[in-house]
């Protein structure tokens, strides 16, 4: 079935391409290639995003390798109100955030001087300094490295959605069917793996940039020690009597928006609900006595509970390798 071109998809390809190759021949900021000693944070200035989805592309692309591939028929699960999330068949979502799609872009119509202007911009997760998903795991799936991105070890998860509930945009997606829960207890115990964006953490590694920043063509993104992208996102709000997402919600994060409207506004133009998450003011939720204390408790049966995953996982693909093809 031959697929419809649209002015966007022909911009998107283009420019995709001239940016691949630009991207490749540029040398990685010196600040990415020292990535694991200081905590970084994207800007994402609102203003240059075309809505191009070249970003989302490269993301599925890069990280294709990570996206689950569930066994069926699922388990059956107790009680049976616990629902089966499976999107195995519908990966080529891209309008909202699921197991296979970590970047959507957003869009909203606001008014602007009296005339209507449309905004896009990309959404994922924002990799919380304080990151109440990975403080509130109870298997410790969750987890924030000091380069200050936030990821969910799929090979501890349970799935069983605490990371969703705690995180004040709901940014973690389920797929059923995959990870620890199926060695352990496939109809008690959680209900697969739960997955968001981990910000390429393993090209960071290797000093490479998270595949949406190498890929947009019009330098939508930039990453770089917090310090200094937060003060650069003040000095593009300074110039254009803008507005800043990000800095301080949730307590701070590491995703900064830069917009020239008011994010109230653009809040109340996005379409807002599951995998569509909103840009509402939001307080420090681990700041809250209750969170804190859960915290506390959890952290060292979650440090426990992750090495056990760990080690029944290492032992399971090590132990019986004839098997593996089985």
Known sequence: MPEKIS????????????????????????????????????????????????CVEACQEVNGHKHPEPKKPFPKMYPNRVKVFDWSEKRDVTDRLTPYNWLFIQEATVTVNGEEETFTFPRRCMHCQNPPCADLCPWGAARKLKNGITRIDADVCLGGAKCRAVCPWHIPERQTGVGLYLDILPSLAGNGVMYKCDRCYDRIEKGKLPACIEVCPENVQKIGPRDEIVKEAHAIAKEING??????????????????????????????GPGKPHLKPVADSMA???????AMVIAPVAGIAAAVGKFYKFTKNTSYPEEKGK
């Open 7 to 54: 002015r966007r998809s022909f911009i998107k390809g283009g420019l995709a391409a001239a940016a691949g190759i630009a991207a490749s021949s540029l040398p990685l900021p010196a600040t990415v290639k020292g990535a694991a000693k200081e905590e970084l944070a994207t800007l994402i200035d609102i203003r240059k995003c075309i809505g191009c989805e070249a």
């Open 288 to 294: 809250h006595a209750d969170n804190l204390a859960k």
């Open 243 to 272: 507005y800043i997402y990000g800095e301080k919600e949730n307590g701070g994060t590491n995703t900064i928006y830069v917009s020239p409207v008011p994010f109230k506004d653009l809040n109340k133009a996005i379409e807002k």
